[in-house]
């Protein structure tokens, strides 16, 4: 079975401070791995994925994530948030079933 | 710029009353996927097609809710009877699957629904 866990509902961090956004999957396969982010009353927009290739990605807006098998993980890392950065970050995991699961999501607040 | 388009934006309407949701996928995407977003439930996946073929409804409550694939620039989302449990905003995307896996999904901007 397939599922992604957000461990952080809300994170909230000060402006030009680092985020961390954590995710954790489980595939019976060798998966893909995105994350979205949603900002209010907006559409989702991709941010970076990970397709096996290189382990750390690089996205959008100065976003990077890194997946690490071992710990089947990938974690979304800012070096220095802005407030336009606040929004609901989704991990998503995709594998060869053709099965894409989402995770509940995680709100991002940036305090000025 | 290709984007999924989705009509129409906004709808509101009274209990009982049938709803009708459109998508435009991407040319060329091979997959259309519907999802349904609300504050309780978070995002939901309702249905997706391949090629126009239904491969995934799972997530539909079947008694009122039917989606179709008329053809490749078309997918329709209906809710006959519509209920106020069903206000929430509809998200409609595409994407291409190759090799079995489904690459990036191209969301629209969403149905925003409420039944009175």
């Known amino acids: 079975a397939q599922s992604v866990t957000q461990l952080d509902s809300h994170v909230s961090v000060s402006e030009g401070t680092p985020v961390l956004l954590r995710c954790n999957y489980s595939?019976?396969?060798?998966?893909?791995l995105f994350w979205y982010v949603q900002h209010p009353n907006k559409g989702l927009q991709l941010l970076l994925k990970y397709t096996s290739a290189a382990t750390l990605v690089k996205g959008i807006n100065g976003f990077e994530a890194e997946f690490k098998k071992s710990e089947t993980s990938f974690h979304l890392t800012k070096p220095s948030a802005h407030m336009s950065d606040a929004a609901e970050y989704f991990c998503v995991v995709s594998d060869q079933n053709q099965k894409v699961t989402f995770g509940i999501g995680t709100k991002l607040q940036v305090i000025p | 710029d290709a984007r999924v388009t989705q009509t129409p934006r906004h709808k509101v309407t009274e209990m009982g009353q049938e709803v009708t949701m459109r998508c435009q996928p991407i040319?060329?995407?091979?997959?259309v996927f519907w999802y349904r977003q609300t504050m309780m439930q978070g995002l939901e996946l309702l249905a997706y097609?391949?090629?126009?073929?239904?491969?995934?409804d799972s997530g539909m409550p079947k008694d009122r809710f039917s989606a179709e694939m008329p053809d490749a620039t078309l997918a329709t989302l209906k809710i006959q009877p519509s209920e106020p449990r069903d206000s929430a905003v509809y998200f409609c995307?595409?994407?291409?699957?190759?090799?079995?896996?489904?690459?990036?999904?191209?969301f629209g901007p969403g149905t925003r629904l409420t039944v009175l």
């Open positions: 097609f391949r090629n126009r073929a239904p491969l995934d």
């Open positions: 995307a595409s994407g291409l699957v190759t090799g079995g896996v489904t690459d990036t999904q191209y």
């Open positions: 595939s019976s396969y060798s998966p893909s």
């Open positions: 040319l060329g995407h091979n997959t």
